[in-house]
């Protein structure tokens, strides 16, 4: 029969303990709670040595106070009795204390560890899964651009649910707040590959055709490409620090909850302010690059503004102009996209938040030079 002397019961009848008990019984009392550590400990012992060979039940009615201390001090004796062949079952436990007790519950593991493999056959497993999981964020892109069309579609036939004012503000944090970084970056670039070509063309007496070079270059290539990295360095990485601290916060959900959809209030005015303003910052780019340009081929190239100006007119034309204009807003609209699935995939940590964000620099640059390929095969294809 199991039962505890009354001599031996701790005097502070708040601390944690073992009452009588009849036969296959056990009765707690007291507090079972972080400050009685002490009192939880010895009573979870005892409770162990009565129950290590066979079924006992724990009355929980008479326990005063029951924390997480406790429920996970309960929780790892039951668990080690059952490791040891005994068993042990709850009584008298409230809706609040089974609650406790089964979120403190242990579980082992639903996966078995792998087992180690050769360097090989682990590199070619890994490759494998990034292959497939690039395969999956493909179909993942595509299916979230579904939803953002459709919402488009649905803020197209209630205009009143557009919301002006948040796109106003994403186009001022893309656009005007964006472009004076831009228009350094690109005027420095821009001079670095006239100086470059300028060197290069001096060999054969041709320094002039330097005009081409990043006329052509720039307004074809470079100042979208160019206007588009420091887009996704810049904006597309806070769209998913944005997103996904809104996630951490559950504010998402709580737009559900008020009948609200996320992509109409947090996806749409990001992508149109994107859409809107990525050619806007490409042309600003492309005349800064130019002008850069220009500089260090009237500095080392011994031009003229005349010279420089006559040179450009004949060696470009409108539709080079239009060729990086047309690229920017799917590249735009390829920004937004990754930036914002990264945003709606971050969990509750700070990791987790990081790992998106770094994720969507990284995945929007690939994609837009992707895009960028793939526009100069199809331009050259019909000859634009």
């Not at 009685?36 to 005063?64: F, K, M, N, T």
Request: charged share 20%; with cysteine; glycine share 12%.
């Amino acid at each position: 029969m199991l039962s505890v002397a009354r001599t031996r019961i701790i005097e502070d009848t708040s601390a944690a303990r073992v009452l009588d008990g009849a036969e296959g019984r056990l009765a707690l009392g007291g507090r079972w709670t972080a400050d009685q550590g002490a009192s939880v400990e010895r009573a979870a012992r005892r409770i162990a040595e009565a129950a290590a060979d066979r079924a006992v039940v724990v009355d929980l009615a008479p326990i005063e106070r029951l924390d997480t201390l406790g429920a996970w001090v309960l929780e790892r004796t039951r668990a080690e009795i059952e490791a040891a062949g005994g068993r042990l079952s709850y009584a008298g436990a409230t809706a609040e204390y089974r609650i406790l007790l089964g979120e403190m519950s242990l579980r082992e593991p639903d996966v078995p560890p792998a087992k180690p493999v050769g360097r090989i056959y682990g590199a070619l497993d890994g490759l494998g899964r990034r292959v497939v999981g690039g395969g999956q964020d493909m179909v993942t892109g595509i299916a979230f651009l579904g939803e953002v069309v459709a919402a488009c579609g649905r803020v197209a036939a209630r205009p009143r649910t557009f919301r002006t004012s948040a796109f106003v503000n994403q186009i001022e944090q893309v656009g005007l707040r964006g472009a004076p970084i831009i228009v350094l970056i690109s005027f420095l670039v821009g001079g670095i590959v006239a100086q470059q070509g300028i060197f290069q063309l001096q060999r054969f007496g041709a320094q002039t055709f330097v005009v081409n070079l990043i006329g052509l270059l720039i307004l074809r290539e470079l100042g979208v490409l160019l206007t588009s990295i420091m887009v996704a360095g810049r904006s597309g990485s806070a769209f998913t620090a944005e997103i996904g601290s809104m996630r951490m916060r559950e504010e998402v959900d709580a737009l559900r909850v008020m009948g609200l959809d996320p992509v109409e209030v947090l996806i749409v005015p990001r992508i149109l302010a994107l859409v809107v303003g990525l050619p806007m910052l490409t042309l600003i780019g492309a005349l800064s690059a130019l002008l850069g340009g220009g500089l260090t081929a009237m500095l080392y190239g011994g031009l003229t503004v005349d010279q420089f100006l006559a040179r450009l007119q004949a060696a470009v034309g409108l539709h080079h102009v239009f060729v990086g204009l047309i690229k920017a807003p799917f590249m735009a609209l390829v920004i937004g996209i990754i930036a914002t699935i990264e945003g709606f995939a971050v969990e509750g940590s700070a990791e987790s938040l990081g790992r998106h964000v770094t994720a969507s620099v990284v995945k929007s640059i690939f994609m837009v030079i992707v895009l960028d390929g793939l526009f100069a095969v199809f331009f050259a294809a019909i000859d634009f």
